[in-house]
């Protein structure tokens, strides 16, 4: 008999299944809210970062809407025409934890051994990154450049079409979605300044004080993405 391919499923794919089958099930009916991020969690023995990512799926399939400051709410399922969750790619909160581990080694690296220009590189980046923000323009390609020319440093094409891999992951639905949410120009602002820190280890030649900005950097990114949703846009 016929055998498919055994491969791990992502925890956001398994919680937004359950959660799609109850809502065809009925337990949820159209138009009607789905339990707080809270209480998902509890009921599901996971973190909310993982229900949220789960609600953002479904919200990017097109089976519910996210109100923000009211809840999540189930649409009709005749009027769906979204991406499917299994083309969705891994979940951000996930991909920034794997990113911690990676490029907190490529920032040591290269802070051991970037060349003038590599260093030259990165800060133009960094500078490109304050001018679009500071004209209200979201700079995810002067951060990519940033954290590329970072990686670019360490002379590894391994490492560096892996971290390109991290970043390309980031223009899928899920990460586009979640960021429409939570990236504003104040986080914007908060991350540039986080990417000084980074900086200023690599032009000092510190591996160690790399390594930290960098892990802060992502820890900092992920409990952007971790807040509550009426705190995202909060002034």
């Known amino acids: 008999m016929p055998l498919q391919t055994v491969e791990p499923q992502r925890l956001y794919r398994q919680i937004a299944d359950q ?23 509890k009921q599901f023995g996971v973190s909310r970062p993982s229900v949220r990512e789960a609600l953002i799926a479904l919200e990017v399939e097109g089976r519910v809407e996210v109100r923000t400051g009211s809840g999540v709410y189930v649409l009709d399922r005749s009027k ?3 991406t499917p969750v299994e083309a969705m790619g891994w979940g951000p909160l996930e991909l920034i934890r794997a990113r911690r581990v990676v490029e907190g080694e490529t920032a040591a690296l290269a802070a ?3 060349k003038r220009a590599d260093r030259d590189a990165i800060a133009r980046a960094l500078d490109d990154m304050k001018e679009l923000a500071a004209r209200g323009v979201m700079p995810l390609d002067a951060d ?3 954290h590329l020319a970072i990686v670019r440093a360490s002379g590894n094409a391994v490492l560096t079409e892996t971290v390109q891999g991290f970043l390309d992951s980031r223009l899928g639905p899920l990460f586009k979605r979640l960021g429409g ?11 540039i300044t986080e990417h000084e820190a980074v900086l200023a280890a690599i032009v000092a030649r ?20 971790s807040v509550s949703w009426r705190r995202a846009h909060a002034p």
């Not at 959660?19 to 969690?41: M, Q, S, V, Y």
């Not at 790399?210 to 820890?219: F, I, N, T």
């Open 19 to 41: 959660l799609r089958t109850l809502i065809a099930k009925g337990e949820f009916a159209i138009g009607a809210r789905l339990p707080a991020e809270r209480d998902l969690a």
């Open 112 to 114: 051991t051994l970037a």
């Open 80 to 82: 769906r025409s979204g």
């Open 206 to 225: 510190d591996p160690d004080a790399a390594r930290m900005a960098m892990h802060e950097h992502m820890d900092k990114a992920h409990q952007r993405f």
């Open 181 to 191: 949410y939570f990236e504003t120009g104040k986080s914007w602002q908060s991350a």
């Open 144 to 146: 990519r450049a940033f």
